[in-house]
Antibody
Framework: QLQLQESGPGLVNPAETLSLTCTVS??????????WGWVRQPPGKGLEWIGN???????YYATSLKSRVTISMDTSKRQLSLKLTSVTAADTAIYFC???????????????WGQGTLVTVSS | DIVMTQSPDSLTVSLGERATINCKSS????????????LAWYQQKPGQPPKLLIY???TRESGVPDRFSGSGSGTDFTLAISSLQAEDVAVYYC?????????FGQGTKLEIK
């Protein structure tokens, strides 16, 4: 059974870089059948897609975050990473990694999801 | 970006009764070449990540109880729960994947009356 687990600092100072890792177990991340994505959720609010990556290294990002986001992957470690620069309090959220199922030659729905990790931006 | 708008924001339904949640997209998410609607529904219980319920607007994910059903086409979609159970208390989200800028509805909170 595929499992995803996010990890990283729970507190980040304003203007610094948020760095998270997602470790995938129970399956390969080197498959053309899937993308891998990050989604965030401010406390008590809705879901916001951040960006995706596929095993070839191809990435694409939400327009609103594109200038600050980098997603990468290490297939040998079965890990994804997320970096978000110049963070502010508005970036405080639960950050989820998720497998992005590919159908009809494009990424579609997210399944499964990691449990998520809360990152607070505060000094 | 395609804007997804859900209604209502919250819903209170009695056990055993039917619950319906609506999702409207700002443009059609029906792809004419395959006649598929690029819409998914998720259930999120407190303290948990979202769980996929339905994709292609009406295809139930494996293991999802058949009391959950999705319908609609074009810009208007509905998630229905035919007979509400206590474990269905959650926030429900729709998500479009018609474009490469994936967007979610704001969520509908479902509670028991």
């Amino acid at each position: 059974q595929l499992q995803l687990q996010e990890s990283g600092p729970g507190l980040v100072n304003p203007a610094e870089t948020l760095s998270l890792t997602c470790t995938v177990s129970g399956g390969s991340i080197s498959s053309s059948s899937y993308f891998w994505g990050w989604v965030r959720q401010p406390p008590g609010k809705g879901l916001e897609w951040i960006g995706n990556i596929v095993y070839t290294g191809y990435t694409y990002y939400a327009t609103s975050l594109k200038s600050r986001v980098t997603i990468s992957m290490d297939t040998s470690k079965r890990q994804l990473s997320l970096k978000l620069t110049s963070v502010t309090a508005a970036d405080t959220a639960i950050y989820f990694c998720a497998r992005h199922v590919r159908e009809e030659a494009r990424p579609c729905w997210f399944d499964p999801w990691g449990q998520g990790t809360l990152v607070t931006v505060s000094s | 970006d395609i804007v997804m708008t859900q209604s209502p924001d919250s819903l209170t339904v009695s056990l055993g009764e039917r619950a319906t949640i609506n999702c409207k997209s700002s443009q059609s998410i029906l792809y004419s070449s395959n006649n598929k609607n690029y819409l998914a529904w998720y259930q999120q219980k407190p303290g948990q990540p979202p769980k996929l319920l339905i994709y292609w607007a009406s295809t139930r994910e494996s293991g999802v109880p058949d009391r959950f059903s999705g319908s609609g086409s074009g810009t208007d979609f509905t998630l229905a729960i035919s007979s509400l159970q206590a474990e269905d208390v959650a926030v429900y989200y729709c998500q479009q994947y018609f474009t490469d800028s994936f967007t979610f509805g704001q969520g509908t909170k479902l509670e028991i009356k």
